[in-house]
């Protein structure tokens, strides 16, 4: 069982950057892959970025490469996404969520535990 809490959100001009934070229990963390996901109000939730048990593989949509970042730190049981050059289209509610088979996927149906999201506002 991993249960997951997510911190970090808020809100900022467009351009400036925040960093999300997804704390997490149980002695298991390093073994889940860990992905980040952001649902805005009345869209389906959407694939943002994964990475991989050990850190050392990630994947970004398409629509956010290049400006956010998705690291963890097993000692801290932590996951991370930094987010830079913000825009308002990346306005939504951030959820962090883990994934047993440890590796990479953008698929909402493989992840086994979700945390309870953080509101991330862009203003233009």
């Known amino acids: 069982q991993v249960q997951l809490v997510e911190s970090g959100g808020g809100l900022v001009q467009a351009g400036g950057s925040l960093r999300l934070s997804c704390a997490a229990s149980?002695?298991?963390?390093?073994?889940?892959?860990m992905g980040w996901f952001r649902q805005a109000p009345g869209a389906e939730r959407e694939f943002v970025a994964t990475?991989?048990?050990?850190?050392?593989?990630?994947y970004y949509a398409d629509s956010v490469k290049g400006r956010f970042t998705i690291s963890r730190d097993n000692a801290k049981n932590t996951v991370y996404l930094q987010m830079n050059s913000l825009k308002p289209e990346d306005t939504a509610v951030y959820y962090c969520?883990?994934?047993?088979?440890?590796?990479?996927?953008?698929?909402?149906?493989?992840?086994?535990?979700w945390g309870q999201g953080t509101q991330v506002t862009v203003s233009s």
């Open positions: 969520a883990a994934h047993d088979s440890g590796t990479l996927s953008v698929s909402y149906y493989e992840y086994d535990y």
């Open positions: 149980g002695r298991t963390f390093s073994s889940y892959a």
């Open positions: 990475i991989s048990w050990s850190g050392g593989s990630t």
